[in-house]
């Protein structure tokens, strides 16, 4: 069999036995060299097939780690909403893509502390200058038992850094901002703005991905209740085969009456 048509052959064979369940979610594939025995085949057409299916997120391969099974097409993907809750186990929030009764663990070391805002998109929607010293918290978080989930990182404002520079790095759900709420802004409220976007190499390693698997970035803008004005935002880094946005579309006014009876050319 040619070459070119071989490895979309051991693809699908892969791909079959990781549908079967023959290899669970986070196991580790056999190394290159053993599937190409296993195969016939030599190795860099092994390694065409294995990159095949990393494209479509079945797998992830890092040099020196081996290759695992993804969870992202393991399971239905979350849907994630528009609705923000309290958070049932502590005074605080739980937003869309955490709303779930799942429970939910952090991967990796937690970061309350302060950071140059270089990002000029992000210090725009902040409020702040470029280069602006803020208050940066960082997590990455997932369901318990599954690989990371998404990367958060919230950038505070100066002006109500101080509320919050003291708390715990990994604190329940939200309560960081209920802190802020209860030092003079409540009620905050949210926007939030989505875009499709290639990963770094320092996010797909965090969340255990190959480089060429998109992200669903999420960015959530906080809005003071008292001065109208940005108090925080929130990035969230999501591997685009673990979570679908859910929207409920609303009729213009233009539109909310029927239609008026009209004949063939829009005439009565």
Known sequence: MPVHSRYLDIASLIRERIEAGEWKPGA??????????????????????IALLETEGYLWAVQGR??????????????????VKRNEQATGYSFPSASSQEVWVRH????????????????K?????????????????G?????PFQINISWIHPRVANVVADLDANPAAGEWLFHIEKAGHWPISWMEIHRA???SRDEAALLEIPTNLPVLEIVRVGTSGAD???VEVTQYVVASDRVETVHVLHRDKNAQEPWPD???????
């Open 125 to 141: 929607l902040l409020g702040v200058a470029p280069g602006t010293e803020v208050l940066r918290r960082f997590r990455v978080t």
């Open 108 to 123: 990796g070391e937690a970061v309350n502390a302060s950071a140059q805002l270089d990002d000029p998109r992000v210090a």
């Open 66 to 83: 081996g290759i695992a099974v993804r969870y992202g097409t393991m399971r239905p993907r979350r849907p994630r909403g528009d609705l």
């Open 28 to 49: 580790r594939l056999p190394t290159l060299n053993d599937l190409a025995a296993e195969y016939d085949a030599n190795r860099d057409t092994v390694g065409r097939a």
């Open 197 to 199: 976007r290639m990963p």
């Open 143 to 147: 369901p318990a038992s599954e690989a």
């Open 228 to 230: 109208k004005k940005p």
């Open 262 to 268: 009209t004949g063939p050319r829009g005439e009565s």
